[in-house]
């Protein structure tokens, strides 16, 4: 007598835009029977083409598999999508793929167990083109014995790093990745801007920011030193103190609006050098903008 077999498990993917076509596609890839369901069908039909199943409605599209993926603008489109469906929850697994704020997420897993659904908050960290590549990985938070269930299946969208059973958690770890994220490719276009409003071509500029950005690991070593200092309030140094970093974010500030490009980033990075000082921490190091960024309880 042989064992029965089972393939690879059923999939649903809710939502189309680039990122939930890249999950569908990925999982398609991997063997998985894909159903999908957009608010614009059309968004579906390379999907289809490609072996997906396309439900008519919210409700089927639940129903047709253990597992169902969101991957939408917001937690109020799930909502929007879900609440006259909420019959199909009971029973089912939900992984909402999309961005939106720790409390939201909180209350969504709530209103999933309230409709019978098992329910996981993830964030996941790349572009679409490069979900499913050895760079994904995709942080989790809710009931780990959820994410165990699935784990074979979510795998190949990107390795997965399960942040608590907080379901606000992976939120809260997304979105402070995004601040370094969005931080960081707004300076890169507030220095391009500078440079070239002196006449400095971006194309000859940007390599050198870009250098600037993968020197900052080698900087920080690694991030060890710098956490000790964020936990101890220590800030110890005098190779880069605030005095020294502060007249810089100063004359950044200078420099833009004489070259009349928008003054507002440099001039939000320096209030953090100006309120340090005013604080105390003119002779700390750089580290010391911590104390006043951080919550004053
Ligand atoms: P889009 O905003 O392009 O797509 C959003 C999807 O949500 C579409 O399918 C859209 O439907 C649907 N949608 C939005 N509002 C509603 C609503 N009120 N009712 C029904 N459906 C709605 O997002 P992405 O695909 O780019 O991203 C999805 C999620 O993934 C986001 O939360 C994003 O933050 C996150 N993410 C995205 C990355 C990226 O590079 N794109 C990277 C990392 C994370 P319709 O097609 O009908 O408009």
Do not use: C
Request: net charge negative; glycine share 10%.
């Amino acid at each position: 007598m042989s064992a029965a077999t089972t393939g690879p498990a059923p999939v649903t993917v809710i939502g189309l835009g680039p990122m939930g076509r890249a999950i569908a596609a990925t999982l398609l890839e991997a063997g998985h029977p894909v159903t999908v369901w957009n608010r614009t069908a059309s968004r579906a039909t390379e999907l289809v083409a490609a072996g997906a199943a396309q439900a008519a409605t919210p409700a089927d599209a639940v129903a047709a598999s253990r597992l169902t993926i969101l991957s939408l603008t917001d937690y109020r489109a799930m909502h929007d999508i879900l609440d006259g469906s909420t019959d199909a929850l009971d029973g089912a697994t939900i992984v909402n793929l999309s961005s939106d704020t720790p409390d939201v997420t909180r209350a969504a897993a709530t209103w999933a167990a309230h409709h019978g659904a098992s329910f996981l908050a993830g964030g996941l960290m790349v572009p679409a083109p490069m979900v499913g590549t050895e760079a994904a990985y995709v942080y989790y938070s809710g009931p780990r014995a959820v994410l165990g269930a699935h784990e074979a299946v979510l795998r190949p969208l990107g390795t997965p790093r399960y942040v608590g059973e907080d379901p606000g958690l992976a939120q809260l770890w997304y979105q402070a990745q995004l601040t370094v994220f969005l931080t960081t490719l707004a300076g890169l276009l507030q220095a391009a801007a500078m440079a070239s409003a002196a006449g400095v071509g971006v194309g000859d500029f940007l390599p050198d920011a870009l250098d600037t950005l993968t020197g900052i690991p080698v900087m920080l070593e690694g991030g060890h030193e710098l956490a000790k200092r964020l936990e101890t309030g220590v800030h110890p140094g005098d190779l880069s103190t605030v005095a020294m970093m502060g007249a810089t974010a100063d004359h950044i500030v200078s420099t833009s609006h004489a070259s009349g490009i928008d003054t507002r980033l440099p001039q939000a990075i320096k209030s953090h050098y100006d309120r340090a000082i005013a604080t105390g921490h003119r002779t700390d190091n750089w580290t010391a903008l911590y104390e006043v960024i951080k919550p004053r309880h």
